[in-house]
């Protein structure tokens, strides 16, 4: 962790954090929400130790980095458009991307605008996803939290009610649970977590409070734009095909596998129709923050897959 360092870009119009160690193939970690670069702190110093440049910014609003004008306007493509700019900033003409939650759908995204700029892709929790309103589950409880989330002012004014540490505290309680979260009428997804509940075993005082310390600073504004109030938002590509080598890491326990039939999805292959050269690997006792819950085991899953494709990026 000493020997990660933090500098900030200027990125359109907005200065962005970003973290980095080491040099050779780059490796650019795209995290998801409650998440910032922080959260891929034992992937950056193993990728380094193996002979890769691994680069982690905060998404714009998020963490470190400058917040944008109109946070409720933020869309998917200003993160595509924002890795773009941070590549050409870095000079980085090749790049393997890695992703999670979130941050996976920007991957994807990237993969399929701009192939030719990427050597392979990895994402933690999410496979390859259909947008728009026509491919969003209709069957979720009415309580689930991606569609409280996404009524604007509703999550707010629960966040509010507590600290900004009590708030990353619940979410990462909630997260590493295998159910999907889910209110009954009378309550806010807040209430579902009582205040006695410990963080899981993996997660320290001290993480919770780096991550508190850093959205004490930004706040949700942007996080809840993004990905929730624009999670409908599509592609804009015609052709639903990612045309590089994948990797798909999930936990067994991941609640996520319950959302809109992700576990059949991705189990009976027909998330190859669009990512063909798919590689998947399943944690047994994983949930939806594997990389910091499993770092070792997903760690090796990583390397192995970079350094097998790593002759891509060398021949550029």
């Known amino acids: 962790m000493e020997k990660i ?15 980095e160690i080491g040099t050779g193939p780059a490796v650019v970690f795209l995290h998801g ?10 992937q950056m110093t193993a990728v380094s130790s193996a002979g890769f440049r691994a680069i982690a910014p905060d998404f714009r609003g998020y963490g470190l980095s400058e917040q944008p004008p109109q946070p409720e306007k933020t869309s998917f493509k200003d993160l595509l458009d924002d890795l773009l700019a941070i590549l050409d900033t870095l000079n ?11 941050g996976a759908r920007v991957v ?12 392979a892709l990895v994402t933690l929790g999410v496979p390859f996803l259909l947008t728009g309103p026509q491919a969003f589950p209709t069957d979720l409880p009415k309580g689930f939290y991606m569609l409280r989330w996404q009524e604007p002012g509703r999550a707010e ?5 507590f600290n900004v540490k009590t708030v990353v505290k619940n979410i990462y309680i909630l997260f590493s649970g295998s159910e999907l979260p889910t209110a ?8 579902l977590v009582d205040e006695s509940t410990p963080l899981p075993t993996w997660f320290t005082e001290d993480d919770l409070q780096i991550y508190a310390s850093l959205y004490e600073k930004s706040g949700f504004r942007t996080a809840l734009q993004v990905p929730y109030r624009a999670w409908l938002e599509e592609y804009g590509v015609d052709e639903l095909k990612v045309k590089v080598p994948a990797l798909l890491i999930m936990g067994e326990k991941d609640y996520a596998l319950k959302f809109g039939g992700f576990e059949d999805y991705i189990r009976s292959g027909i998330v190859n129709k669009y990512v063909p050269d798919l590689e998947i690997s399943f944690l047994s ?29 060398s021949k550029e």
């Open 184 to 191: 009954t009428e009378d309550q806010e997804i807040m209430d």
């Open 92 to 102: 980085i003409q090749k790049v393997f991307l890695v992703g999670k939650d979130f």
């Open 285 to 313: 006792e994983g949930t939806h923050f594997v990389q910091e819950q499993y770092p070792d085991e997903v760690n090796k899953l990583l390397i192995t897959f970079l350094n097998k494709h790593a002759c891509i990026t």
């Open 33 to 42: 929400f409650p998440e910032i670069w922080y959260s891929w702190r034992h």
């Open 108 to 119: 994807f995204h990237f993969g399929l605008v701009h192939p030719e700029r990427v050597a």
């Open 5 to 19: 360092q933090h500098a900030f870009l200027d990125i359109r119009g907005l200065k962005f954090h970003i973290a």
């Open 157 to 161: 004014k629960d966040f509010g009610r």
